[in-house]
């Protein structure tokens, strides 16, 4: 026999204490995420045109903090699915299910941008590059992560492949950055570069920290209102289908 | 160890009895044809082509044969009873990637010289082709295992199974790819680091790739 | 203590979750040896989840299990699904061979396949393939693990299932010739088995 001991009970009869806690955090994540938000555009604004690329540089300010949050959403999925597997609490599963849309669209956002950005220098919509095929098939996982947990019926049991496929995906992303940088460098295309990088100065760096800064705020706040937003989903499902 | 072998026999056999030979084979072929109808039919341009477009051909033909890896046993109960083994479950994964590897990779690696002339590929990249796919193919089989594991208990799982192993195959793809690509410009030489990235994989893959399929069989078998 | 109790099946405090209730909590039960136990109950109230748990598929939330004096293990048990678990495109005899490389202690010997094939039924259709019988007959071969390697305690879910008068009342004699070599026979079961005796009703509580 296979025993093992989860906390979902105890969770499901008492997640009050995280209700509680979601609620206070509400407030204060939105006001600084919002505030950070428009201090870092602010900063953006401020910052020199870059002497090459003249005003479309701003876009950096989206792009880089986007791929960053990518990054740190995927992380932040990989880290939670362990937990979760290790100490059996349906709070670290709920957090991985709730982060993965959001660190989807930042995803998508980064894509976007990252066109938006090459195209006034290049002249195409879309260039191979390292940064953004990277991107690109974090995109991919992140889609992909997202199906599986919708495509499996009991929630026990996606849970469960989704904490595996986080743990599998995480362990991939270096690979993969990795593979894509060696393929960038060998098929270095004589006509396409490299996003060229500006040099990093404090006049640009600070808005860049800024702006990650925010959408890592932003992030949070986004976290903590979908965790509350299944959790009611989930009280709502229980009374209309008669209870416990 | 009878388990084991039994295992790896049936699951050979089922192969070739359920047609999953014959079906990722004709998956490499169809996909193969369609690409002169696209680019046209220049013999320079293939040429040119061929060696990377080989290799996402047969990641194609794989991506979309993996659903159908696992679905008897999902169907039959047959993931009770390895279950219910004297062996451990990750041997018993362990030797259905194995026979994975001979009823997919094998075949398909047979083929490639037939697939190859279709698109006119270079003689001296031929070799390296059949080579990095045979290298490359643990991995690939290993990788592909756990997309259909994941999915196992979802009907119609074909595309949740593609989408979740593509990521996964791309490392294996450029590797390969260049694998092939690099005997062109030398002469057929082999391209040695190409080679071994891919075997790391491989073998990475092999080992670490039964814990998770237990895991996931495990969880999604309830 | 009872010597023979000691020796049998006994169950502590099982809690299977399902979802965000428990399925089944708290059980407790015996099964002493040469016992055939029946579960019973309504459809949905968790006969299959019992026997998957004690067979080890199926994570339990609480409890243990003991098989005599040692904790049960998934070596000591067969399990006979509702899925039979044979590969429909192999043959009866190969089935046969895959189970019993399967199941089987590593220096256990072959049993007589032949007579086994009798004992069941299927000499006749050893060498057809299994998506080729009919459901009793899928049954009947399904339960051939029961045969070729021997484990005490027997899990059988819904056994009656396609097997017909006859089919029935050799499972039936079968489940007795094992019990009364000492096995122990749990079966869920929604209709009366002819060969348990006893009862364990499981019941729905809101």
């Known amino acids: ?244 | 160890m009878r388990a084991f072998y039994r295992v790896l026999y049936s699951d050979v056999l089922l192969a070739w009895r359920q047609g999953s030979i014959s079906l990722v084979v004709a998956f490499l072929f169809i996909a193969l044809t369609l690409v002169p109808f696209g680019v046209g039919p220049e013999l320079a341009l293939l040429k040119r082509l061929a060696p990377g477009l080989l290799w996402v051909v047969i990641v194609l033909a794989l991506l979309l044969s993996l659903d159908r890896l696992f679905q008897s046993d999902a169907e039959d109960g047959g993931f009770d009873q390895l279950m219910l083994s004297a062996q451990p479950l990750e041997l018993l994964v362990l030797a259905k990637l194995i026979a994975h590897y001979i009823s997919l990779i094998i075949p398909l690696s047979l083929v490639l010289p037939l697939a190859g002339f279709l698109v006119n590929i270079d003689i001296k990249a031929l070799w390296p082709l059949i080579l990095s796919v045979l290298v490359a193919g643990p991995a690939l089989c290993a990788l592909g295992a756990i997309g259909s594991a994941l999915s196992v208990s979802v009907r119609r799982a074909g595309l949740l199974t593609a989408l979740i192993v593509m990521p996964l195959y791309v490392p294996v793809l450029l590797f390969g790819a260049n694998a092939t690509q690099t005997a062109l410009l030398g002469n057929g030489t082999i391209a040695f680091d190409a080679i071994a990235i891919l075997a790391a994989m491989s073998v990475a893959a092999i080992l670490l790739a039964p814990v998770a399929i237990s895991a996931a069989l495990r969880g999604l078998s309830e | 203590m009872d010597s023979e109790t000691q020796a049998g099946l006994n169950v502590h405090q099982l809690g299977i979750r399902r979802g965000d209730s428990m399925i089944i909590s708290n059980l407790s039960f015996e099964a002493p040896r040469e016992t055939a136990l029946m579960v019973s109950g309504p459809n949905g109230v968790g006969k299959t989840s019992l026997l998957r748990a004690l067979a080890g598929l199926l994570t339990c939330e609480t409890g243990h299990a003991m098989l005599g004096n040692d904790a049960l293990e998934t070596h000591m048990l067969h399990y006979v699904g509702h899925r039979e678990g044979l590969k429909s495109q192999l043959t009866v005899m190969e089935n046969l061979n895959f189970l019993f490389d399967l199941l089987a202690e590593p220096n256990a010997k072959l049993p007589d396949i032949d007579a086994l094939l009798h004992y069941i039924g299927l000499f006749n259709k050893r060498h057809q393939m299994v998506s080729d019988l009919s459901a009793g007959q899928k049954r009947r071969a399904a339960f051939s693990r029961l045969f070729m390697v021997p484990r005490r305690l027997w899990l059988l879910d819904e056994p009656y299932t396609a097997l017909d008068r006859s089919g029935r009342d050799w499972l039936s004699g079968a489940v007795r010739a094992h019990c009364k070599t000492g096995g122990i026979v749990i079966a869920a079961s929604h209709e009366p088995l002819d060969f348990s005796s006893q009862n364990l009703v499981l019941e729905v509580l809101v």
Not at chain 1, 41 to 48: I, M, N, R, V
């Open chain 1, 1 to 244: 026999m296979r025993i093992q001991k989860t906390d979902w009970l105890h969770y499901y009869a008492n997640p009050h204490r995280f209700m509680r806690l979601a609620q206070r955090l509400f407030y204060p994540l939105w006001v600084v995420a919002i505030l950070t938000l428009l201090y870092g555009l602010y900063l953006s604004f401020q910052a020199p045109p870059d002497y090459q690329q003249g005003e479309t540089v701003r876009i950096m300010f989206v792009h880089v903090p986007a791929a960053w949050m990518a990054l740190f959403g995927y992380s932040f999925i990989a880290f939670v699915s362990i937990l979760a597997l290790i100490f059996r609490h349906p709070l670290g599963h709920l957090a991985a299910r709730a982060a993965a849309p959001i660190g989807a669209c930042f995803t998508l956002v980064a894509l976007i941008t990252g066109a938006l950005w090459g195209q006034p220098m290049w002249g195409t919509w879309w260039v191979w590059d390292a940064r953004l095929t990277s991107v690109l098939v974090l995109f991919f996982i992140y889609i992909g992560y997202i199906s599986l947990w919708r495509a499996i019926e009991s929630p026990e049991k996606a849970s469960r492949a989704a904490a595996i496929l986080a743990i599998v995906g995480f362990i991939n992303v270096p690979i993969i950055k990795f593979s894509v940088d060696w393929w960038n460098t060998l098929h270095q295309p004589a006509s396409v570069s490299r996003f060229a990088r500006p040099a990093i100065h404090p006049d640009i760096l600070y808005p860049l920290l800024m702006m990650g800064v925010a959408f890592m705020v932003l992030f949070f706040a986004l976290l903590i209102t979908r965790m509350q937003v299944e959790i009611l989903n989930q009280r709502a499902r229980r009374r209309l289908g008669g209870g416990v």
